[in-house]
């Protein structure tokens, strides 16, 4: 009897035994759904079981299927945008299909993932092989509180930007040593056919939910990323309200000078009822008058001093089904001055050009109106597991310069530029194994580009450029070995721009000087390729490498309105294909994040800005720019943060083109291209029960490369020297009840005398302009 027992016991631990092990074995599949706390799903979230290194996505209703859990108790690690990191126990069932929902808290401070929708599909900025910058709604709530002018805003919190012209333009914020295109929801803002520089400060920070900036050459969007592009998102409604609205007054002005105190009013209402929801928005603006940190009246050329902009917005959108949603976006901008200013010209390197009582001529200077429209329908599920996204955009830009003496007869210029377009993006995923993950992006652009300068008067300076461009496209990405994620992509540029037959303005009287030239076709066409990879399985140290290409027609405009011959033949309008080289790595390390990016770019045909006889024209040469960012951020305390961000470029073009840069020859490419070293340091403390304080210091360091004229002594456009200066911002914000808050932003606090480098570089005496004295913005906004 006894060795029966025995013999059952050890029966029943070989059972045992061997149902313990099928339960190991055994594998399930985890079908899931990721929420917020008002239940709204989570997109693109990422998904992992780390034990088991197995990883996937949310797709676009927040669902996901993860097969080859082994059973028992898994812990499950899920991330996204704006959320806390969410780590979860579950017990795995084999053959259980039940689906499970986590829901993810939203951040107070900080982001641990961010997607960047900037590349064409949503995707986690661990595992892009490429530098990227965002500001969420947060950072643009502290920055917009200092000064709500977007140019600003991302001189600050950009590196690599170059500083802002504290102008209604940017001119000469370059991003990397070269353009940036400038979309808002993907819509084209640049006028890369004649660059009017009024790109950047397209919409008003209040309607814009995130900016999203890609760092060096890119084809993604098309035409005129040499150095990468900045991306508005704008703002959608809140899920969770049936009704909301947000409402916000304040004034701005300097501490010191008369007629200085402005004001700015907006208001946001959003909602959603059954399937549609909505938002709109109203914001006006006035400027009072401009005064530097001495007390003097700021020049009122392209200044930003006596001005009243606009912002209205609409965002409608309607789900059909869960998967199926269409939406409209429609937005306007103006910004124009009107001054009782005119400009007394400064001495250059000594005195500042100022303000002085008078009439200006003309029309007042600025952007007329900025329409932009978007009519968006996405599909989940269009067919098999591919979704897609189908876009009809249109942007209508006006904007009149100051009136400028550099042409005979003097006058002012307008540009005009309207974009039509439509673009189809499809995104499949494919498994190819357990272990690889991969998805497929493709689609086609097409773009219609018209764009013209002329002046008030009626005389016509750049004719009339009509572009069509036709794009089809191929983005690929996948994941091995749930860390490495490889990406590569391709596009085919097909370009005709038709220009028509115009005379370019006389140089004397009677039409003295003028050439007829004959118009015509021009086509171009390329293929454009990019490729790259991230190793993201160690928090402390995360690289990637990459190369990618950008095609860019070159700035016609500028060659057509200089134009020596009488055929567009004989004209040079050879593209611009720049090729970047880029390698970096993000770290975090406790409470420290860090990262760090080298990047090295070259083009065998630039647009080195140059200052002849008067005239300004561009310099066709081989170009190199090269230069390194890097990043850091520390949680001193839970209530205490402090970070920043430095950034060094410099550009090199071979004259003799004999592939030596170093050349007797060849020469530094000049500060309209390449800004100077920017440091920026931020400090952020919340001790203080619904205060937060935010300080903020910036330095723009020297650049001195280039000597003046040996006959005249005066420097050539972009080549004046750079001489260093500092700044420090201040922002506070006290919530006083839950709806209602008061912001105030001090810009310049130390009061310090300082000229822009936009002042500086350009080396003229009506262009030596000081910054502003310090500044306030004090605003009460209430949300209900």
Do not use: C
Not at 231 to 260: C, E, H, M, R, V
């Amino acid at each position: 009897m006894r060795q029966l027992y025995i013999k059952l016991f050890i029966t029943a631990l070989f059972i045992l035994s061997s149902v313990q092990l099928f339960a190991q074995t055994s594998t399930a599949t985890i079908n899931g759904l990721v929420v917020d706390s008002l239940g709204n799903k989570i997109p693109y979230a990422n998904i992992q079981i780390r034990k088991y290194k197995l990883k996937t996505t949310s797709n676009q209703a927040g669902e996901f299927s993860l097969a080859g859990v082994p059973a028992g108790i898994q812990q499950v690690r899920i991330s996204s945008t704006g959320f806390n990191l969410l780590e979860q126990n579950i017990t795995i069932t084999a053959n259980d299909t039940t689906p499970i929902t986590f829901t993810l808290k939203e951040q107070s401070e900080g982001l641990n993932d961010v997607i960047v929708s900037a590349s064409r599909r949503p995707e986690s900025l661990s595992q892009t092989p490429s530098s990227v910058t965002v500001l969420t709604a947060k950072e643009l709530n502290t920055q917009s509180a200092i000064s709500p002018n977007l140019a600003n805003i991302l001189s600050y919190s950009v590196p690599g930007l170059g500083f802002s012209t504290n102008q209604t333009g940017n001119s000469g914020q370059t991003l990397r040593g070269r353009n940036v295109l400038v979309l808002i929801d993907g819509i084209p803002q640049s006028t890369p056919l004649r660059a009017g520089g009024r790109d950047i400060r397209s919409i008003d920070p209040s309607v814009v939910d995130r900016v999203e900036v890609i760092k060096g050459a890119t084809a993604i969007y098309g035409n005129g990323a040499e150095g990468g592009l900045i991306n508005y998102i704008t703002k959608k409604a809140d899920q969770g309200k049936s009704f909301g609205a947000y409402t916000q007054a304040g004034i701005t002005g300097n501490l010191k000078g008369d007629s200085t105190i402005g004001y700015r009013f907006s208001q946001q209402l959003y909602g959603k009822a059954g399937k549609m929801d909505f938002l709109v928005s109203g914001m006006y603006e006035k400027t009072g008058v401009y005064w530097d940190a001495e007390g003097l009246v700021i020049s009122p050329e392209y200044g930003l001093g006596e001005t009243k902009s606009y912002n209205g917005f609409a965002k409608v959108g309607y789900n059909f089904t869960p998967k199926q949603r269409l939406q409209l976006m429609y937005n306007y901008f103006s910004s124009r001055q009107h001054s009782l200013y005119i400009t007394k010209e400064g001495v250059y390197g000594q005195s500042p050009a100022i303000g002085i009582r008078g009439v200006r001529p003309g029309e007042d200077e600025g952007t007329r109106f900025n329409h932009n429209a978007n009519l968006q329908y996405t599909n989940q599920q269009i067919f098999s597991k591919t979704d897609l996204t189908a876009n009809l955009y249109y942007q209508d830009f006006y904007t009149i310069y100051s009136n400028s003496a550099s042409f005979f007869g003097s006058g002012q210029s307008a540009i005009t530029s309207t974009k039509k377009g439509a673009r189809i993006n499809l995104n499949t995923p494919l498994k190819i194994s357990e272990q690889v993950l991969m998805q497929l992006n493709y689609g086609l652009d097409l773009m219609n580009d018209k764009t013209a300068q002329s002046l008030t008067d009626g005389r016509l300076w750049v004719p009339d450029m009509n572009m069509v461009n036709f794009a089809p496209y191929l983005q690929a990405s996948a994941t091995l070995f749930n860390d490495l994620t490889i990406k590569g992509g391709l596009r085919a540029e097909n370009i005709n721009i038709d220009v028509a037959d115009f005379n370019t303005l006389a140089t004397g009287a009677n039409g003295a000087g003028s050439i007829a030239v004959k118009g015509g076709e021009l086509n171009y066409n390329a293929l454009v390729f990019n490729a790259g990879a991230r190793y993201s399985k160690y928090k402390f140290f995360n690289p990637f490498i990459s190369y990618a290409q950008s095609f860019s027609v070159f700035e016609l405009g500028r060659v057509l309105r200089a134009a020596k011959s009488n055929t567009l033949s004989q004209l040079e309008t050879k593209p611009i294909i720049v090729n970047n080289y880029e390698a970096g790595f993000s770290s975090t390390l406790g409470r420290l994040n860090f990262s760090a990016a080298y990047y090295y770019s070259t083009s065998k045909l630039g647009a080195n800005l140059l200052e002849v006889n008067g005239t300004y024209i561009s310099q066709r040469i081989p170009e190199r720019v090269y230069g390194f960012e890097i990043q850091a951020d520390y949680q001193v305390l839970k209530t205490l943060s402090i970070g920043g961000n430095y950034a060094q470029v410099e550009g090199k073009g071979d004259v003799d083109d004999d592939g030596n840069f170093n050349g007797e020859k060849d020469v530094y490419l000049n500060t309209t291209r390449v800004p100077p070293s920017k440091t920026t340091v931020y400090l952020k403390y919340s001790g203080v029960k619904h205060l937060s304080i935010d300080v903020n210091w910036m330095r723009v360091g020297n650049r001195d490369r280039f000597k003046p004229n040996a006959a005249t002594g005066k420097y050539l456009i972009g080549e004046g020297p750079v001489k260093a200066f500092n700044l420090f911002n201040l922002a506070v914000a006290y919530q006083i009840t839950p709806p209602l808050k008061v912001s105030l932003g001090v810009e310049n606090l130390l009061n310090k005398v300082y000229y822009p480098a936009i002042s500086q570089f350009y080396g003229s005496s009506i262009n030596y302009v000081r910054g502003n004295g310090r500044r306030f913005n004090l605003s009460l906004g209430y949300a209900f």
